[in-house]
T-cell receptor, first 109, second 114 residues
């Protein structure tokens, strides 16, 4: 079996605080980006997307920021709730979709 | 819509056996993707179809893996013969457009090869 696994970055946040999850992407030609949330035992779930002609997009309690200069993407979650506890993946799309390794968000009640 | 439907949810098989994973995409979606998720490698794209035609199978690990999409509402991923290192969660996802739309993932099939 596998003895070494991905070491997921972990973020612990107090309930009610804001969370910021970061992602560095690899391809400067990527023109579409998506954040996904994966809860234990479930498939990834689409949260929000952004295209390369934008630097910010807001959804319900979530905001995605895109900095193309440094190839950086972030997901901000306002007023974090226990139900936000999950692994969050960024995905960059150019001629294929590449998922990042994920960040585990743990919300402390 | 019931979303992307995968079966079985769990599969335990012995090494050397054939395994077939099934997927029903969302009706009207033109693109279908098979992903594998492990702790070691994270989410890996195995293959994707556009309008039932395989477009990119560069992620298929080896000839033991094959995927088909005989019609717009059904796809299979087959492993023959299976090996313990194939143990993973296999996800199917679909979208309206392959590289320009968010995906909807199924709940996955957890495969254990002993």
């Amino acid at each position: 079996g596998e003895s070494v696994g991905l070491h997921l970055p972990t973020l612990s946040v107090q309930e009610g605080d804001n969370s910021i999850i970061n992602c560095a992407y690899s391809n400067s030609a990527s023109d579409y980006f998506i954040w996904y949330k994966q809860e234990s035992g479930k498939g990834p779930q689409f949260i929000i997307d952004i295209r390369s002609n934008m630097d910010k997009r807001q959804g319900q309690r979530v905001t995605v920021l895109l900095n193309k200069t440094v190839k950086h993407l972030s997901l901000q979650i306002a007023a974090t709730q226990p139900g936000d506890s999950a692994v969050y993946f960024c995905a960059e799309i150019y001629d294929k979709v590449i998922f990042g390794p994920g960040t585990s968000l743990s919300v402390i009640p | 819509d019931a979303g992307v439907i995968q079966s079985p949810r769990h599969e335990v098989t012995e090494m050397g056996q054939e395994v077939t994973l099934r997927c029903k995409p969302i009706s009207g979606h033109n693109s279908l993707f098979w992903y594998r998720q492990t702790m070691m490698r994270g989410l890996e794209l195995l293959i994707y179809f556009n309008n039932n035609v395989p477009i990119d199978d560069s992620g298929m690990p080896e000839d033991r893996f094959s995927a088909k999409m005989p019609n717009a509402s059904f796809s299979t991923l087959k492993i023959q013969p299976s090996e313990p290192r194939d143990s993973a969660v296999y996800f199917c996802a679909s979208s309206l457009k392959a590289l320009d739309d968010g995906y909807t993932f199924g709940s996955g099939t957890r495969l254990t090869v002993v």
